[in-house]
């Protein structure tokens, strides 16, 4: 078993051949015995099942290790559990849907049990509350049923499919196929322990370098040698800097200057040109410009000054970071790789994001990306930009923040009401059956509804936590300070209880729970976002009027419009580590410079009137969260469509349980039966143009 191990670990780190992309070689014996049981079973149960048999398998077998036991072992695990006629299938269906949904629900409420202490407000955390907080119980799952064998038994009866055949097929599924797709794709690829190490390892480590990418802005010194950021101001890669470009928009020249500032540290973090010496660093001061690096002349953190450079020129060395960004990112990539050859049904990490995790095809997500990007809106949303700041663009208002549309009332006003209203958690949870009402679920499903959600204190700002057995209920953690809740607890609370109540209807209204949920988390984001949208009339106020609207509607256009490109690096990137598996980190800087730059000047250049900016580039996802940011610009894309179909239904909570019980078939099937269309920008793009209109109008009435 140990020499097998090797050579299939061996084998997933050479590179990649025409075995790359298989799974590891089938034990001698296999061919022989499934033939055999071929002719035997279908004698025994009929012609009918052989195809199935068959199938079942050859499933079994691109997972059946010399460890599961020998020919003898096989064979009679395949005439044991093969279900040969429907009524002993059914049965076998009805149980693991039935034991499954036990499992997933004990797991998780031990869970959010185990979390308690570090989610909700109970007093201090110590430390072996942490431990219990980040102890996982499932984790070796699908480890044990593949030991015990009921993974294959799954694998021997029920069909194992690729994205294509449940786009191409799916629709006219029986729900009971669907339910049996998504039993068996629990079971879709066997791991070994050694690998998943591997690649939490490299995650951690990429994580752990990101969390270190700080900037110490007040030692960022321009080219008159003055410093334009206060004293500890300590800003992360690339979040903080990107809200700082946001936050300095209404700040004037000096807001200008910074956010210039900001642009040219980003283009040496993608180009590696910034100082190793400079990062996290409060004891230097540099010009991201001239790239110089002095002792700091000032001092704004804790502890001594460290002693000059040995090399006694008392200077500190810009030389850059050894592209350790590039290193991590590679790390993350190698480890991938070697899961490939676990993952028959999608034997890349491309695959495994786009099939399995996004069930929509990289083919068609770059096509909505790129229908977004060349939009004959976007260049019109850019002039409205200019106008509005007074001066062309820029590469860094692609960060633009400047669709903030004026409420009536002012924070502290809404403070006061919400105060007054929700003094306690408690007397939120009193008022939901009245939200829910309000938001226009019947009495009875308002009722319903509330019972099935727990109100708890949180900790930090509120989360939603679903439950995954009938018998369990959803959580919501909302944030109630000692002067009882403020607006954006509210505001969160809101949004929560939207995920709530999808979280019940996906589950408890669903006609198989192993459909329960929706396809992905922004199916659930957007079914929030359309509750949260709605919290001024909750509170009796009037809601937010056709102008505020429109600036909401172009602030989300131009946030898709800059995520999007930055998408398309990243799925760039990763097909240039897959068609270079021996590049080394200086090889992959320089694709990812080229990658970013080619993007920007095909759809930014014409609209920014400058070419060649890396900023597309700097996003720490890249790094740290392998193929997560196309999640965004389709969020964006989703969340317009799903809000649009409720707003032409006009009831927003029959529509809401409609959509909710549809589960978790591929996004395409669930939006074809939830709005008529499949995935797509055009309810985005819709949107943008009647907003566009909207300013325009109310432009010519002023
Ligand atoms: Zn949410």
């Excluded at 049996?180 to 951690?204: M, T």
Aim: hydrophobic share 40%; proline share 6%; charged share 25%.
């Amino acid at each position: 078993m140990k020499t097998l191990m090797a050579s299939v670990l061996l084998l997933a780190l050479q590179p990649p051949t025409a075995s790359f992309s298989q799974a590891p070689p089938q034990l001698p014996w296999i061919r022989g015995s499934m033939a055999k049981l071929e002719a035997e079973l279908s004698a025994k149960h009929g012609e009918g099942q052989r195809e199935r048999l068959r199938r079942g398998m050859k499933q079994v077998a691109n997972f059946w290790r010399a460890s599961d036991g020998d020919a003898t072992v096989f064979e009679d695990f395949v005439r044991t559990k093969f279900a040969g006629d429907q009524a002993t299938l059914d049965v076998m269906f009805d149980r693991f849907e039935r034991n499954l949904e036990q499992l997933d629900g004990h797991m998780q409420e031990i869970g959010r049990e185990f979390r308690n202490q570090s989610d909700l407000d109970l007093g201090p955390i110590l430390p072996f509350d942490e431990m219990f907080a980040a102890y996982d119980p499932s984790s070796h799952v699908i480890d044990d049923f593949f030991q015990n064998k009921l993974a294959f038994t799954v694998l021997l009866n029920f069909p194992l499919t690729t994205l294509e055949k449940k786009l191409a097929e799916g629709e006219s599924w029986s729900r009971r196929q669907w339910a049996e797709v998504r039993l068996a794709q629990r079971f879709s690829k066997r791991i070994p322990a050694e690998v998943n190490l591997a690649i939490a390892q490299a995650a951690a480590e990429a994580e752990r370098y990101i969390s270190e990418c700080n900037i110490w802005m007040h030692h960022l010194i321009d080219t008159k040698g003055d410093r334009l950021f206060p004293p500890k101001l300590r800003l992360l890669s690339h979040w903080n800097l990107r809200d700082e470009i946001k936050a300095n928009y209404s700040e004037g020249p000096v807001g200008l200057a910074k956010q210039r500032m900001i642009q040219q540290v980003m283009e040496r973090i993608v180009d590696q040109t910034i100082p190793a010496v400079v990062v996290n660093n409060p004891h230097v001061d540099w010009n991201p410009y001239t790239n110089e690096v002095k002792p700091a002349a000032a001092q704004d953190s804790e502890g001594a000054m460290p002693g000059r450079g040995p090399t006694g020129t008392g200077l500190p060395s810009n030389s850059p970071e050894p592209n350790t960004r590039y290193a991590k990112l590679l790390g993350t990539f190698r480890a991938a790789r070697k899961a490939d050859p676990f993952s028959p049904t999608a034997p890349t990490m491309i695959a495994r994001r786009f099939d399995e995790n996004r069930e929509i095809p990289e083919t068609r997500v770059r096509a909505m990306l790129e229908q977004t990007l060349s939009s004959t809106l976007a260049p019109q949303v850019a002039k409205l930009i200019e106008t509005r700041l007074g001066r062309p663009l820029e590469p860094f208002d692609i960060w633009y923040d400047g669709f903030r549309p004026r409420g009536v009332y002012n924070e502290a006003q809404l403070d006061e009401i919400v105060a007054k209203k929700y003094p306690t958690a408690e007397a939120y949870k009193k008022d939901i059956p009245n939200l829910l009402t309000q938001l226009g679920f019947s009495k009875e499903r308002a009722e319903y509804l509330a019972n099935n959600i727990v109100v708890d204190p949180a900790r930090g700002s509120g989360h939603a936590l679903g439950a995954s057995m009938r018998s369990a209920k959803a959580h919501l953690r909302t944030r109630v300070g000692k002067g009882g809740m403020d607006y954006k607890g509210f505001n969160i609370a809101v949004h929560e209880m939207g995920h709530n109540v999808e979280q019940t209807f996906s589950l408890n209204n669903i006609d198989h729970t192993l459909l329960q949920g929706v396809p992905n988390t922004a199916f659930t984001e957007a079914l929030a976002f359309v509750f949260q949208g709605h919290d001024l009339e909750l509170l009796g106020l009037s809601k937010p009027d056709a102008m505020s609207r429109a600036l909401k509607t172009l602030n989300d256009f131009w946030g898709t419009y800059e995520i999007a490109g930055v998408a398309l690096v990243d799925m760039e990137v990763w097909h240039w580590m897959y068609d270079h598996p021996n590049g080394t980190p200086a090889k992959l800087k320089d694709a990812t410079e080229r990658i970013s730059k080619e993007i920007w000047n095909k759809y930014y250049a014409p609209i920014f009137k400058k070419r060649d900016i890396m900023l597309l580039g700097v996003y720490s996802h890249m790094i740290s969260y392998s193929l997560y940011l196309p999640d965004y610009p389709i969020g964006h894309m989703i969340a317009f469509q799903i809000e649009k179909q409720i707003e032409k239904a006009g009831n927003l909570g029959a529509e809401l349980e409609r959509m909710a019980t549809i589960g978790s078939v591929v996004p395409d099937i669930w939006m074809k039966r939830a709005t008529g269309a499949g995935v797509g920008p055009e309810a985005l793009l819709t949107a943008t143009r009647e907003a566009l209109a909207e300013v325009d109008r109310t432009a010519k009435e002023r």
